[in-house]
């Protein structure tokens, strides 16, 4: 992979970036993604954020070689802490990151997200949480993408401005993603349903209070997941 071919996962995330936005790439790396859309004509201004020092560095040299200093501002810091009210960023996209990390990203920086208009998020497990902190937090689910790479499963999850409510089954599979019961969709599921009625298996072999609440929340879950399927 690099700034000119993107990985599938990353391609998919930048399908959803509008034209002409100002992004901010939160938790960056290589900056492939705003190298990319730049390239593409997408956009003609980003920030790269980095938290830690060598992806920080690979950042720099990355928008460096590919002469893009002058679209592209790679920034060290934490989170939302890259970006000011004066960069006037309209879309943030995190890719690469367990749900709920994304998640406390958004909740520690959300002073941040007032001029935003759009959150592209990829979380590689547990988007429930990014679906419960977008309700607590006013945002809505636009469009939710499951793909497969490399024998690993990811979601994407497009969020605008605004309000909604979900049942449990939907912050659990994605009200999306549970209309549209792709095949990716149904292999993962299948796999975390096996996974936990494994689990359930092993706590019945079990006693006390604490294994009887989390064998009841697994079952719960199993319930959940086979009447969508």
């Not at 959300?110 to 949480?129: C, D, G, R, S, Y």
């Not at 690993?152 to 497009?158: D, N, R, S």
């Not at 993603?177 to 792709?182: F, I, Q, V």
Request: aromatic share 4%; with cysteine; glycine share 6%.
């Amino acid at each position: 992979m690099n700034a000119k071919k993107l990985s599938e996962r990353l391609r998919t995330v930048a399908s959803f970036v509008e034209e002409n936005t100002i992004l901010a790439d939160i938790g960056s790396d290589h900056a492939y993604l705003p190298c990319f859309l730049v390239h593409e004509g997408v956009i003609t201004k980003a920030i790269a954020g980095e938290v830690v020092k060598g992806p920080f560095e690979s950042a720099q040299k990355q928008v460096m070689s590919e002469g893009l200093q002058e679209n592209i501002d790679v920034r060290f810091g934490n989170g939302l802490a890259v970006i000011s009210e004066e960069d006037n960023v309209q879309t943030i996209t995190i890719a690469g990151m367990g749900g709920p990390l994304i998640a406390s990203i958004l909740e520690t920086g959300k002073e941040k997200l007032t001029k935003v208009e759009t959150l592209i998020l990829q979380p590689n497990i547990h988007a429930k949480a990014i679906r419960e902190w977008a309700i607590q937090e006013h945002w809505k689910i636009e469009n939710e993408v499951i793909l497969e790479e490399h024998d690993k499963i990811y979601e994407i999850l497009v969020l605008k401005k605004g309000m909604m409510s979900l049942s449990e089954k939907e912050l659990l599979v994605g009200p999306v993603l549970g209309e549209e019961k792709s095949p990716v969709f149904q292999k993962k599921w299948n796999t975390e349903l096996n996974e936990w009625q494994r689990i359930v298996n092993e706590l019945n072999k079990l006693e006390g209070t604490e294994v009887q609440q989390k064998k009841e929340e697994l079952e719960n879950k199993i319930a959940l997941v086979k009447e969508i399927l």
